[in-house]
Nanobody
Framework: QVQLVESGGDLVQVGGSLRLSCAAS????????MDWYRQAPGKQRELVAA???????NYADSVKGRFTISRNNAKNTVSLQMNSLKPEDTAVYYC?????????WGQGTQVTVSS
């Protein structure tokens, strides 16, 4: 059974930092590209950051220079370090695993940035 479990979401003030984590089980983690998406109320889900099996990274323009994605293949985890948070970063953040074997989503974790 595939499980992706996000953690680390919280209420934080503008300019603060959070670190999200996603623990994966039931998949061959090392062959998956891992993505972080987010969805704000009334908006479409958007890709925030991605990291390939070879640790190549990609970021949405809105988070470049502020967010950092990383992975630990030994622990089957992917993390998203978020710095200099803005109110527009408020959303539910989702972890996604994708490979030729299929795509899987976590349940999400809420990040709220208050001004």
């Amino acid at each position: 059974q595939v499980q992706l479990v996000e953690s680390g979401g919280d209420l934080v003030q503008v300019g603060g930092s959070l670190r999200l984590s996603c623990a994966a089980s039931g998949i061959r983690f090392d062959i998956n590209t891992m993505d972080w998406y987010r969805q704000a109320p009334g908006k479409q889900r958007e890709l925030v950051a991605a990291i390939t099996p070879g640790s190549r990274t990609n970021y949405a323009d809105s988070v470049k220079g502020r967010f950092t994605i990383s992975r630990n293949n030994a622990k089957n985890t992917v993390s998203l370090q978020m710095n200099s948070l803005k109110p527009e970063d408020t959303a539910v953040y989702y972890c996604k695993a994708r490979s030729s074997l299929g795509d899987y989503w976590g349940q999400g974790t809420q990040v709220t940035v208050s001004s």
